[in-house]
């Protein structure tokens, strides 16, 4: 298991839409992504670039997408997830797992087209951790 890179900061929103132009507007923000569905992982997407790394704006796919809770908790939204990659994902988890940490499901694909999975935030101090493959040759 080795650290890398933080790759994005994942933040729920009730709409990209909105989102993406409080960043245009009070940021400054000019590399954004279009919004694309992901509906295996039960969310819209859309990337704003930093110049060293993304905010991903993620609102619900429909009613039973894994964020549907935390917005109604927060219904304004806000910091949903922190993403770092790792060499491999599966040596990840084993050592993870290995070490009590609660992976939440088997790594799946995720908005960069590389496996992904998200460890439970009662092991972070109440941050929910996603860990994503380094796509090969990246770096
Ligand atoms: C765009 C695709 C992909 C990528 O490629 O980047 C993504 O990022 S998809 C992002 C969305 N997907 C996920 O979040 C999948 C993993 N998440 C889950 O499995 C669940 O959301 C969860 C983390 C298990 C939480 O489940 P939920 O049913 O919403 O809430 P609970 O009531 O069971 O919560 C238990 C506990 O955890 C706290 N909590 C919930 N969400 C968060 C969060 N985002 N950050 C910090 N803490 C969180 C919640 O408040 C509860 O705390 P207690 O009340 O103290 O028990
Ligand atoms: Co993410």
Same mark, same amino acid.
């Given at each position: 298991m080795k650290l890398g890179r933080l790759n994005h900061v994942g933040v729920a929103t009730p709409s990209i839409a909105a989102s993406v132009e409080t960043y245009r507007t009070l940021l400054g923000a000019d590399a954004i992504g279009a919004p694309f569905d992901l509906p295996a992982q039960g969310v819209k997407v859309c990337f704003v670039n930093a110049p060293n790394t993304q905010?991903?704006?993620?609102?619900?796919?429909? +009613?039973?997408?894994? $964020?549907?809770?935390?917005?109604?908790?927060?219904? %304004?939204? *806000?910091?949903?997830?922190?993403?770092? +990659?790792?060499?491999? $994902?599966?040596?990840?988890?084993?050592?993870?797992? %290995?070490? *009590?940490?609660?992976?939440l499901g088997s790594p799946r694909i995720g908005a960069h087209g590389t496996p992904i999975v998200f460890v439970h935030p009662k092991d972070f101090g109440g941050m929910l951790?996603?860990?994503m493959e380094e796509p090969k040759g990246a770096h």
């Amino acid at each position: 298991m080795k650290l890398g890179r933080l790759n994005h900061v994942g933040v729920a929103t009730p709409s990209i839409a909105a989102s993406v132009e409080t960043y245009r507007t009070l940021l400054g923000a000019d590399a954004i992504g279009a919004p694309f569905d992901l509906p295996a992982q039960g969310v819209k997407v859309c990337f704003v670039n930093a110049p060293n790394t993304q905010i991903e704006l993620i609102e619900p796919y429909d +009613e039973t997408s894994p $964020i549907a809770g935390f917005l109604k908790k927060n219904p %304004a939204g *806000g910091q949903h997830h922190v993403c770092f +990659e790792v060499p491999d $994902i599966h040596a990840a988890v084993a050592h993870l797992t %290995a070490n *009590g940490a609660t992976v939440l499901g088997s790594p799946r694909i995720g908005a960069h087209g590389t496996p992904i999975v998200f460890v439970h935030p009662k092991d972070f101090g109440g941050m929910l951790v996603e860990l994503m493959e380094e796509p090969k040759g990246a770096h």
